[in-house]
């Protein structure tokens, strides 16, 4: 009995450490693609870049077009091997993936984070790569700044730049009787055309997102509309002003919509995804965002491309502005030099090459057209506005987003000025705003002007601290 | 070598194999995953989460900062909402949401058929993921004429109700869908504990003239207030942590009328995009979890006298 209870008490041990063992190694690989139609040619391994595609929930066409851009590119860098991943930037998931260490080589970041990235160290240092580009220096300055450090050294790739437009949906419009062709051009007219929709046809007519910091967002949207400003910069030190009067007026604004016209639907707790699906399905007559959305409601709304409107922002006042922002397209920190070098590549080849090169503009229009991806959206000029015109012309023949319809925005974006969003603690000041838009939105009697100063202080606290 | 120490020293030996004999190995394998898998999965964390609450931290780079988290997180006027919004919801949900399972169970086990079809019944929401019945519920609750519940509404004559988009009705609406949720597990457990009440209590209490809510309230609930008594502390601890409902269906609106400290902690760590403040959210956490440690500790002393354990 001794002997086989000896025996039994090892085998059990044994078996146990080594299923526990095998349970805790297994876990962590990544089983790499096998590598299929990789040329004999170049002597080493093909690296493995780790780069983001699209947004989860774009249709398969998506996809498919973004794959067959990967393939022309692995078929002309036979020596680097693109793995790509679904993708969407937002507050809450981004800091989890920096903080786990999980974010691809190459991905994407907008504006408002590229500065305090750099500073902190979580952005790869690519100015050697990137002044092999041959366009190095003819970048817009403004917009090159937003990924540079003090010393000029470059940090990312500015990939795209918008500026804010009124979204209209022109089915409604005719629905209610007014003309899709001749759009609101004052926030008086806005609220006239927001009630016409909602009384006719029982939607919102007019929507503001306000939740998951995309209502401070848009807040100072319509605050830089009214010519206010929610930081003032004197030499060094940054003063909050979120009580300014263009910010005062915008709530105002938005109070007499939803509470005197109600105008304004009956969800609003919208943030930047949740507005766009109500307004692919047709449930919200008009609303302000980035100029650069129509791709996200075609693909992942599924809106009808005929429905879509897009003009400027009515501007109100002196010192008044569009909000600017854009998309920066950076490196991990952790990428050694060779996927640094291959990521500039990528970056070069995927974001940048359709913007200065005929041949790669063509390329990549024709291939998105014929998966009915949307060529023509609008946007700002990264480098000139001589080079963005002209990079427009080359793909006259594919661009399927109906010109017409987005020609108020084309045409009145020029004459706007670009306002950047405040520098200081941007998400923590969108996030302290979200809620006196919410307030003003749910609450009849919210004090808002008090609210205000309670986001001077709270903001005003977080940046003397540092 | 003194004749003490190879004494002890023989003994330590003759112990550990009188152990080894006595199956200690054994006892020792089996323990062994369990201690592994809690180890790394709930102690480690747990003790990962105690050292950042006294560090400033971005999980990349980190310092002692002693207190201060506590501090801050303290003086954040933020907290006192938190606090005072969870205190709300766990205290709509013991006054709303208690008694349901209860009377539910009770219901259940009064009928004479189909008892099992009920039960399953009862049960069914428990099994719906949470995640998707929040969505149902979000869908459920549209501020608009036409949604479903101000649709039902309509039916008799109320007129259509903003249910989450309301500062004063956001919470109720969530406490609401919450109960749904976690009804039926307390539905099945009282259930159980209902069939070891002896019938007889019920026929002397007929016998005494009491109807049914006298039975209820002399004989089942005195009979049951072990399992009551436990179900309450866990239903106090269960809801002073409610992260999902405020997460899914207003993500702490509107204007911060659904802020819970689990949210709260949630913002802490992950609403800023450039890297969570990871001190304040475990510091955070670790006063919750001493706050409910205690509460829990003067809940058993002071329910000792009544209790059936």
Same mark, same amino acid.
């Given at each position: 009995?001794? !002997?086989?209870?000896?025996?039994?008490?090892?085998?059990?041990?044994?078996?146990?450490?080594?299923?526990?063992?095998?349970?805790?190694?297994? !876990?962590?690989?990544?089983?790499?693609?096998?590598?299929?139609?990789?040329?004999?040619?170049?002597?080493?391994?093909?690296?493995?870049?780790?780069?983001?595609?699209?947004?989860?929930?774009?249709?398969?066409?998506?996809?498919?077009?973004?794959?067959?851009?990967?393939?022309?590119?692995?078929?002309?860098?036979? %020596?680097?091997?693109?793995?790509?991943?679904?993708?969407?930037?937002?507050?809450?998931?981004?800091?989890?993936?920096?903080?786990?260490?999980? @974010?691809?080589?190459?991905?994407?970041?907008?504006?408002?984070?590229?500065?305090?990235?750099?500073?902190?160290?979580?952005?790869?240092?690519?100015?050697?790569?990137?002044?092999?580009?041959?366009?190095?220096?003819?970048?817009?300055?403004?917009?090159?700044?937003?990924?540079?450090?003090?010393?000029?050294?470059?940090?990312?790739?500015?990939?795209?730049?918008?500026?804010?437009?009124? &979204?209209?949906?022109?089915?409604?419009?005719?629905?209610?009787?007014? %003309?899709?062709?001749?759009?609101?051009?004052?926030?008086? $007219?806005?609220?006239?055309?927001?009630?016409?929709?909602? =009384?006719?046809?029982?939607?919102?007519?007019?929507?503001?997102?306000?939740?998951?910091?995309?209502?401070?967002?848009?807040?100072?949207?319509?605050?830089?509309?009214?010519?206010?400003?929610?930081?003032?910069?004197?030499?060094?030190?940054?003063?909050?002003?979120?009580?300014?009067?263009?910010?005062?007026?915008?709530?105002?604004?938005?109070? =007499?919509?939803?509470?005197?016209?109600?105008?304004?639907?009956?969800?609003?707790?919208?943030?930047?995804?949740?507005?766009?699906?109500?307004?692919?399905?047709?449930?919200?007559?008009?609303?302000?965002?980035?100029?650069?959305?129509?791709?996200?409601?075609?693909?992942?709304?599924?809106?009808?491309?005929?429905?879509?409107?897009?003009?400027?922002?009515?501007?109100?006042?002196?010192?008044?502005?569009?909000?600017?922002?854009?998309?920066?397209?950076?490196?991990?920190?952790?990428?050694?030099?060779? &996927?640094?070098?291959?990521?500039?590549?990528?970056?070069?080849?995927?974001?940048?090459?359709?913007?200065?090169?005929?041949?790669?503009?063509?390329? =990549?229009?024709?291939?998105?057209? $014929?998966?009915?991806?949307?060529?023509?959206?609008?946007?700002?000029?990264?480098? %000139?506005?001589?080079?963005?015109?002209?990079?427009?012309?080359?793909?006259?023949?594919?661009?399927?987003?109906?010109? =017409?319809?987005?020609?108020?925005?084309? *045409?009145?974006?020029?004459?706007?000025?670009?306002?950047?969003?405040?520098?200081?603690?941007?998400? $923590?000041?969108?996030?302290?705003? *979200?809620?006196?838009?919410?307030?003003?939105?749910?609450?009849?009697?919210?004090?808002?002007?008090?609210?205000?100063?309670?986001?001077?202080?709270?903001?005003?606290?977080?940046?003397?601290?540092? | 070598?003194?004749?003490?120490?190879?004494?002890?020293?023989?003994?330590?030996?003759?112990?550990?194999?009188?152990?080894?004999?006595?199956?200690?190995?054994?006892?020792?394998?089996?323990?062994?995953?369990?201690? @592994?898998?809690?180890?790394?999965?709930?102690?480690?964390?747990?003790?990962?989460?105690?050292?950042?609450?006294?560090?400033?931290?971005?999980?990349?780079? !980190?310092?002692?900062?002693?207190?201060?988290?506590?501090?801050?997180?303290?003086?954040?006027?933020?907290?006192?909402?938190?606090?005072?919004?969870?205190?709300?919801?766990?205290?709509?949900?013991?006054?709303?949401?208690?008694?349901?399972?209860?009377?539910?169970?009770?219901?259940?086990?009064?009928?004479?058929?189909?008892?099992?079809?009920?039960?399953?019944?009862?049960?069914?929401?428990?099994?719906?993921?949470?995640?998707?019945?929040?969505?149902?519920?979000?869908?459920?609750?549209?501020?608009?004429?036409?949604?479903?519940?101000?649709?039902?509404?309509?039916?008799?004559?109320?007129?259509?109700?903003?249910?989450?988009?309301?500062?004063?009705?956001?919470?109720?609406?969530?406490?609401?869908?919450?109960?749904?949720?976690?009804?039926?597990?307390?539905?099945?457990?009282?259930?159980?504990?209902?069939?070891?009440?002896?019938?007889?209590?019920?026929?002397?209490?007929?016998? *005494?003239?009491?109807?049914?809510?006298?039975?209820?309230?002399?004989?089942?609930?005195?009979?049951?207030?072990?399992?009551?008594?436990?179900?309450?502390?866990?239903?106090?601890?269960?809801?002073?942590?409610?992260?999902? $409902?405020?997460?899914?269906?207003?993500?702490?609106?509107?204007?911060?009328?659904? @802020?819970?400290?689990?949210?709260?902690?949630?913002?802490?760590?992950?609403?800023?995009?450039?890297?969570?403040?990871?001190?304040?959210?475990?510091?955070?956490?670790?006063?919750?979890?001493?706050?409910?440690?205690?509460? !829990?500790?003067?809940?058993?002393?002071?329910?000792?006298?009544?209790?059936?354990?």
């Amino acid at each position: 009995m001794k !002997s086989l209870r000896y025996k039994l008490g090892a085998a059990g041990t044994a078996a146990v450490l080594a299923v526990t063992l095998a349970a805790c190694s297994g !876990s962590g690989s990544d089983t790499d693609p096998a590598t299929s139609g990789a040329t004999g040619g170049s002597s080493a391994e093909p690296i493995t870049l780790r780069v983001v595609s699209l947004i989860p929930g774009s249709d398969q066409a998506a996809f498919d077009a973004f794959d067959a851009q990967v393939a022309q590119f692995e078929a002309a860098n036979p %020596d680097i091997k693109i793995k790509s991943e679904e993708y969407e930037w937002t507050g809450p998931t981004f800091t989890a993936q920096l903080a786990g260490g999980t @974010l691809p080589d190459v991905f994407t970041i907008p504006f408002t984070d590229g500065l305090t990235l750099i500073e902190n160290g979580q952005l790869a240092d690519i100015t050697a790569d990137f002044n092999k580009l041959d366009y190095a220096d003819t970048f817009n300055p403004n917009v090159l700044a937003q990924v540079q450090d003090a010393n000029g050294n470059v940090f990312g790739v500015p990939t795209a730049a918008y500026g804010s437009a009124l &979204h209209y949906n022109r089915a409604l419009f005719e629905q209610a009787g007014l %003309d899709p062709n001749s759009p609101p051009t004052t926030w008086d $007219e806005v609220r006239a055309d927001a009630k016409t929709i909602s =009384d006719k046809l029982g939607v919102a007519g007019f929507a503001q997102m306000a939740a998951s910091n995309t209502g401070g967002w848009q807040l100072t949207v319509a605050t830089y509309a009214r010519g206010g400003r929610m930081e003032v910069e004197n030499g060094g030190a940054v003063t909050v002003t979120a009580d300014n009067e263009g910010t005062l007026k915008a709530l105002q604004y938005l109070h =007499d919509l939803r509470w005197d016209d109600n105008s304004m639907g009956a969800d609003f707790l919208l943030d930047w995804g949740t507005v766009n699906q109500g307004f692919g399905a047709g449930q919200i007559g008009m609303y302000t965002s980035g100029s650069d959305i129509y791709t996200n409601l075609i693909q992942a709304q599924g809106m009808n491309p005929a429905d879509y409107g897009a003009t400027v922002i009515p501007l109100d006042g002196a010192d008044s502005g569009t909000l600017g922002g854009g998309t920066i397209a950076a490196v991990n920190v952790k990428a050694d030099d060779a &996927h640094k070098a291959a990521a500039v590549r990528w970056m070069d080849f995927y974001y940048m090459q359709k913007l200065i090169n005929k041949d790669a503009a063509v390329l =990549d229009a024709k291939t998105l057209n $014929e998966s009915d991806q949307a060529v023509g959206v609008p946007a700002l000029p990264i480098f %000139d506005k001589a080079t963005f015109d002209e990079s427009r012309v080359w793909v006259k023949d594919y661009i399927n987003v109906d010109q =017409d319809h987005v020609s108020f925005f084309n *045409d009145g974006i020029g004459a706007q000025a670009l306002v950047p969003e405040p520098k200081a603690h941007t998400q $923590e000041l969108y996030a302290a705003l *979200d809620v006196v838009v919410q307030a003003v939105l749910t609450d009849k009697n919210a004090d808002y002007t008090s609210m205000l100063k309670d986001v001077n202080k709270q903001i005003q606290s977080l940046i003397d601290a540092d | 070598m003194s004749s003490t120490t190879s004494r002890q020293r023989v003994t330590v030996v003759t112990r550990l194999t009188r152990w080894i004999t006595g199956g200690g190995l054994s006892t020792l394998t089996f323990l062994l995953p369990l201690l @592994l898998i809690f180890g790394i999965f709930s102690w480690w964390p747990i003790l990962r989460a105690g050292v950042m609450s006294f560090q400033e931290t971005n999980l990349v780079t !980190s310092q002692w900062v002693g207190f201060d988290n506590f501090v801050k997180v303290f003086h954040d006027p933020s907290f006192f909402i938190a606090v005072k919004n969870t205190a709300y919801f766990a205290l709509l949900a013991l006054v709303f949401g208690y008694p349901v399972p209860l009377i539910g169970a009770v219901l259940i086990s009064e009928v004479r058929r189909l008892k099992g079809l009920y039960t399953a019944l009862a049960y069914l929401p428990v099994v719906v993921p949470p995640v998707v019945a929040v969505l149902l519920w979000k869908f459920f609750y549209s501020g608009s004429a036409t949604g479903v519940f101000n649709t039902v509404l309509g039916w008799v004559g109320i007129g259509p109700q903003p249910w989450i988009q309301d500062a004063h009705m956001a919470m109720p609406s969530l406490v609401l869908a919450a109960t749904w949720g976690a009804a039926g597990g307390t539905v099945i457990i009282y259930l159980a504990a209902l069939t070891s009440v002896p019938p007889e209590l019920y026929d002397a209490a007929e016998v *005494d003239g009491a109807g049914i809510w006298r039975k209820l309230w002399n004989v089942t609930m005195p009979q049951l207030r072990g399992v009551l008594f436990i179900t309450l502390i866990l239903q106090i601890i269960g809801t002073a942590q409610v992260f999902l $409902e405020p997460f899914l269906f207003t993500g702490g609106g509107p204007a911060n009328a659904t @802020l819970t400290i689990l949210l709260l902690i949630y913002r802490y760590a992950f609403q800023n995009s450039l890297g969570g403040d990871y001190g304040a959210a475990t510091a955070l956490s670790l006063m919750l979890a001493a706050f409910l440690a205690i509460l !829990s500790l003067v809940y058993f002393q002071a329910t000792k006298r009544w209790s059936t354990s």
